[in-house]
């Protein structure tokens, strides 16, 4: 059972350029949640989808950022016109159930570059 | 409001050194889980370890343990022994009734040989 993948690893955009990062959750799970981590610091919420359906997003940019998970095929966190202070690791969870859960997995992350 | 406090932001210890991190939590939900994650130079979030608000027992794994104590709410974590390829961030996190997984700002920890 494979575990949540993420993909690109690392990303490189030059300043106004679209960054689409990808995540695909573990085998069964329903519920994904995007992470995002600034260099030295903690881990921040972004927002909450089960399929089709944003559930939570509290934590998103209110502009450039968007996230979608569809019906078949990865959840999409998309950043349009990217800027320096967008550069960080984007870290995407799953799990099978809702919140509060124990059993929320992370994928190895995205880190986006900014140039 | 902060919802998990790791009040030590670096810790260097030399090996074979015990060692403690700290972590505070504040939640008004009866049920809720704590999170121990690693997270090497490399980047990637390694789990150490969940509980539910339920249970208070205290854990060891190898060199690892951790103490619970909801009258202090807190879930510190105790690596005995140090070695080199402890040095990490460790992040503390809980996960309550609303949507995401707070974290704390992390301890840097480094052993220095």
């Known amino acids: 059972n494979a575990g949540v993948m993420q993909n690109p690893r690392h990303l490189v955009r030059r300043r106004g350029q679209e960054a689409r990062l990808r995540c695909s959750p573990m085998?069964?799970?329903?519920?994904v949640y995007w992470y995002r981590q600034l260099p030295e610091e903690g881990l921040k919420f972004m927002v909450y989808?089960?399929?089709?359906?944003?559930?939570?997003e509290s934590g998103m940019p209110k502009e450039r950022f968007s996230a979608e998970f569809p019906k078949e095929g990865p959840s999409i966190l998309r950043i349009q016109q990217v800027v320096r202070g967008d550069s960080a690791a984007y870290f995407c969870?799953?799990?099978?159930?809702?919140?509060?859960?124990?059993?929320?997995?992370f994928g190895p992350g995205t880190r986006l570059t900014v140039t | 409001a902060q919802k998990v406090t790791q009040a030590q932001t670096e810790i260097s210890v030399v090996e074979k050194e015990d060692v403690t991190l700290d972590c505070v939590y504040e939640?008004?939900?009866?049920?809720?889980?704590l999170f121990w994650y690693k997270q090497p130079p490399s980047g990637e979030l390694v789990f150490l370890i969940r509980r539910n608000s339920f249970d208070e027992q205290n854990e060891i794994s190898g060199r690892y343990s951790w103490n619970f104590q909801k009258s202090t709410s807190s879930f510190n974590f105790t690596i005995t022994a140090s070695q080199v390829v402890d040095s990490a961030v460790y992040f503390c996190a809980l996960s309550e009734s609303n949507n995401d997984m707070r974290f704390g700002a992390g301890t840097r920890l480094t052993v220095k040989p």
């Open positions: 989808l089960q399929k089709e359906n944003i559930i939570d």
């Open positions: 085998k069964g799970h329903s519920h």
């Open positions: 939640t008004r939900d009866t049920t809720y889980y």
């Open positions: 969870a799953s799990s099978p159930i809702p919140p509060p859960t124990d059993e929320q997995y």
